[in-house]
């Protein structure tokens, strides 16, 4: 049936420990059209969700490893059904790390090299726009979004490195102002200032800093707001094009 | 069944907390540190699981194969 003012439905899926899921939802539904809700970790489907997104936050206490527990929970069959059918999949922070273990990013986050949890604003380059989370930025424009993690060093063994990057699978690095890849402007030491990587088909995409936390002018940054624009116009015209 | 399953870091990973641990020990007056690397010891007690299992969640839940190894040792 057509519909003339599609609604976009994004899950937003609550872990135990998850605390950026409702900074999450308020995000996504300042956007016309949006409409996001909490999903339970103990939920099996995601079906009429167009999208999903894996919030930050520290869930199951972090324990054993970052994100290593969420990975079983049972929600993550359908998270897993929906990456493998090409729904969106954004995972913030705690979220990129939970799909790092779920073996649906590849890599994995270690602790920061300075053992500091590191909370501040700082910037980012935008490497790609060839995806569905970068297509309403520009290539190289610098972003303004905060960061709010212990265990955030993005690490990949050489080869798997050489076909992120030859597949433009990095859409962030940590850069200066300017837009300078810098050891400084390195936060946790990840290999190669990486702060967010999609996956081969593009539709999963992880990334430590927080664009919900940059999303109104009042908390000093608008420039998350790119992000989720980009996830929404790509589920708008994938509603046109099956409505049409 | 009791079992003792050790996860360190892989040699090639740089692991900043054992960096912190062995410059603490220099304080403390140990001479000729050459490498802290800290990992983790889980003791498992379970009835009735094979060793091909434990391996499995060796592997899948309680180290990351990505930058972790792991050693089972079976105890009885």
């Given at each position: 049936?057509f519909?003339?003012?599609?609604?976009?439905?994004?899950?937003?899926?609550?872990?135990?420990?998850s605390?950026?899921?409702?900074?999450c939802?308020?995000?996504l539904?300042?956007?016309?059209?949006v409409?996001a809700?909490?999903?339970?970790?103990?939920e099996?489907?995601?079906s009429g969700?167009?999208?999903?997104?894996?919030p930050?936050g520290f869930?199951?206490?972090d324990?054993?490893?970052?994100?290593s527990?969420?990975?079983?929970?049972p929600?993550?069959?359908?998270?897993?059904?929906?990456?493998?059918?090409?729904v969106?999949?954004?995972?913030?922070?705690?979220?990129?790390?939970?799909?790092?273990?779920?073996?649906?990013?590849?890599?994995?986050?270690?602790?920061?090299?300075?053992?500091?949890f590191?909370?501040?604003?700082?910037h980012?380059r935008?490497?790609?726009?060839?995806s569905p989370?970068?297509s309403?930025l520009?290539?190289?424009?610098v972003?303004e979004?905060?960061?709010?993690?212990g265990?955030g060093?993005?690490?990949?063994?050489?080869?798997?490195l050489e076909?992120?990057y030859k597949?433009?699978?990095?859409?962030?690095?940590?850069?200066?102002?300017?837009g300078?890849?810098?050891?400084?402007a390195?936060?946790?030491?990840?290999?190669?200032?990486?702060?967010?990587?999609c996956?081969?088909g593009r539709?999963?995409?992880?990334?430590m800093?927080?664009?919900?936390?940059?999303?109104?002018s009042?908390?000093?940054s608008?420039?998350?707001r790119g992000?989720?624009?980009?996830?929404?116009?790509?589920?708008?015209?994938?509603?046109?094009s099956?409505?049409? | 069944?009791?079992a003792i399953?050790?996860v360190?870091?892989?040699?090639a990973?740089?692991?900043p907390?054992?960096?912190?641990?062995g410059?603490a020990?220099e304080h403390?007056?140990?001479?000729?540190?050459?490498?802290?690397?800290?990992?983790k010891?889980?003791?498992?007690?379970?009835?009735?699981?094979?060793?091909?299992?434990?391996?499995?969640i060796?592997?899948?839940?309680?180290?990351?194969p990505v930058?972790e190894?792991?050693?089972?040792?079976?105890?009885s």
């Amino acid at each position: 049936m057509f519909n003339t003012n599609p609604v976009i439905k994004v899950a937003v899926i609550r872990f135990p420990g998850s605390n950026c899921d409702t900074d999450c939802q308020a995000a996504l539904r300042s956007f016309p059209g949006v409409d996001a809700e909490i999903v339970c970790h103990k939920e099996t489907g995601l079906s009429g969700f167009d999208a999903v997104v894996l919030p930050g936050g520290f869930s199951y206490g972090d324990y054993l490893r970052c994100g290593s527990i969420a990975r079983f929970s049972p929600i993550m069959g359908a998270v897993r059904q929906a990456a493998s059918s090409g729904v969106l999949v954004l995972g913030i922070c705690n979220g990129f790390q939970i799909l790092c273990e779920a073996g649906l990013l590849p890599g994995t986050l270690l602790r920061n090299n300075s053992l500091l949890f590191r909370c501040e604003h700082l910037h980012l380059r935008v490497e790609s726009i060839d995806s569905p989370f970068t297509s309403a930025l520009e290539n190289d424009a610098v972003l303004e979004i905060p960061i709010a993690h212990g265990e955030g060093r993005y690490f990949a063994d050489a080869e798997t490195l050489e076909s992120l990057y030859k597949h433009k699978q990095v859409l962030l690095r940590y850069c200066d102002k300017e837009g300078n890849i810098t050891a400084p402007a390195n936060p946790n030491g990840s290999i190669g200032n990486i702060a967010g990587i999609c996956s081969h088909g593009r539709n999963v995409f992880g990334l430590m800093p927080h664009p919900e936390r940059a999303c109104e002018s009042i908390l000093g940054s608008t420039d998350g707001r790119g992000i989720f624009q980009s996830m929404i116009n790509r589920v708008t015209k994938f509603q046109s094009s099956t409505t049409a | 069944m009791k079992a003792i399953v050790t996860v360190m870091p892989k040699p090639a990973i740089l692991d900043p907390a054992g960096v912190a641990a062995g410059r603490a020990m220099e304080h403390l007056g140990l001479r000729g540190v050459r490498s802290v690397r800290i990992g983790k010891s889980i003791e498992i007690d379970v009835d009735g699981a094979d060793e091909k299992q434990l391996h499995e969640i060796c592997h899948d839940l309680l180290s990351n194969p990505v930058v972790e190894d792991y050693k089972l040792e079976i105890l009885s």
